[in-house]
């Protein structure tokens, strides 16, 4: 096995042990005690606007965190030079995200919300700093630091909302903008370490306010930026479109559906986003020094595939049970969306195999184009199913988006990079399916333990699985080891 293959699958694996030590914690017990505690309408408004708030993101990042990523790790030398004028600019566009943020909220209904849109706006500029930071920490290859600071926010304000929701310190129920207090209180601590060291690696301790170095890096980042912006609407726009489109309190309450159904997949697909963590860098210096990407290729999209369809499989079959043990208001509607939104977790965490590597070729224009695409079919999808189905309808717009990105990203990047479509296992990966879908099925009918004890059960009928098919070769567990 290759030196670089076997150092890419010892650090996905250590950053997806601390990430899945600590996010599904934070997910399935604080986040979702959240919304139990306040209500779905609460936690609704308060999810939709956190969407709001994400989408408009990139005038904060402006791309600046995968260009810089993609550009320290082809040029090391350059951490001096760009991170004090880097981070004036960053604090330059957080003021100018703020000031948009509070004029579009306002136009398009958030006015009487002022004080929620506020705190997790200045959230999502701290959120934006640390992920810059952190693209400096991993474009220098140090995986296992940034592994550690991928996780520090999470177990911060884990600690502090769990004290609040279950330490009994509180004399009233549970307020929602004591859950975003934590979650700025987790940011700065951990925006606080991240820039210590990359100052430190930096040797730089100053802010450079040198306006021409910022035309010249805003130029630079616009066709990530603007990559960053067409994201995050075909990604987050759904529960905003349900808040808005749907009259009075109907479009809360099904914001707040959609975003309990949504619960597990955003955690299982921020699992797979830390695949692209480690692959953007890795990628952009393989291919600036002309190596050979098909092992990393190969390697990242069987450990990708088999996480992703063995999870979406097994919370499809087992998603009434599952969704009835994380919340108590359980109703048929919920499963139905949550039924529809786990398949997204298939095509959108291929995306970040094949989207890094369009990304990290610089292929902007590409990916720019498709996501564009994306948009198109994503809103016009939720205009006719909202109305219609509701959550629903906006569970199907998320998949079908999803699904038609996924296919032109990997198109276009195999016949962009002169990958042969050869290289992905597509036999082993279909009979693994059937298997799995039988298996997992008639687990359902003969089981006769609780659903965590099944779903345990079926998880490692599923490892097996992969190593009969060869999805995941033996000699590839061999060779690791040794």
Known sequence: MPMKQRDFIFNILFLLFLNLLIKPFWILGVDRGVQNAVGAENYGIYFAILSFTIILNMLLDFGLTNFNNR??????????????????????LGVVYLLIVLI????????????????LAFNQFL?????????????????????????????????ICSVLLWGNVTNGPFQIM?????????????????????????????????????????????PFALLTLLM?????????????????????????????????????????????????????????????????????????????????????????????????????????????????LIPWSMTYIFGTLLTANGSLRVLNITSAIAIVVNIAINFTLIPLLEARGAAIASLTTQTSITIMQFIIAFRLLKIPFSTLPYFK???????????????????????????SICSGIAIIWAFVTQLIPLKFIKEMLG
């Open 429 to 455: 990966c279909f009979l693994y399916v059937c298997l799995l879908i039988i298996s997992t099925y008639l687990a359902t009918i003969y089981l006769p333990f609780g659903t965590l004890i099944n779903l």
């Open 232 to 344: 995050s609407i075909y990604g987050r726009i759904d529960p905003v479109m349900l808040e808005r489109i749907l009259p009075n309190t109907s479009g809360a309450y099904q914001a707040g559906v959609f975003a309990s159904a949504f619960r597990l997949l955003d955690a299982l697909v921020n699992v797979s986003l830390l695949f692209a963590v480690i692959l953007l860098p890795l990628f952009s210096k393989m291919l600036k020094n002309k190596e050979n990407l098909i092992p990393i290729i190969k390697s990242a999209f069987t450990l990708l595939f088999f996480f992703a369809v063995t999870s979406a499989v097994l919370l499809f079959v087992f998603r009434a049970p599952v969704i009835s043990l994380l919340y108590p208001d359980i109703n048929e509607e919920s499963v139905r969306v949550f039924s529809i939104l786990i398949l997204c």
């Open 104 to 119: 579009v909220g306002i136009i398009i209904g958030y006015g009487s919300f002022l004080k929620i849109l506020i705190w």
């Open 71 to 92: 550009n320290i790790a082809q040029n090391t030398q350059l951490l001096s030079k760009h991170i004090s004028g880097i981070l004036a600019l960053k604090f330059l």
């Open 127 to 159: 959120n934006v700093l640390i992920l810059y930071l952190r693209s400096n920490i991993s474009a220098l290859l140090m995986f296992k630091t940034d592994s550690v600071l991928s996780v520090l926010d999470k177990v911060l304000a884990l600690v």
């Open 178 to 222: 004591w859950f975003v207090y934590a979650q700025t209180a987790s940011y700065l601590f951990t925006a606080a370490v991240a820039l210590v060291i990359v100052l430190y690696k930096a040797k730089v301790i100053s802010l450079s306010w040198n306006f021409t170095f910022f035309r010249a890096i805003l130029k630079q980042s616009f």
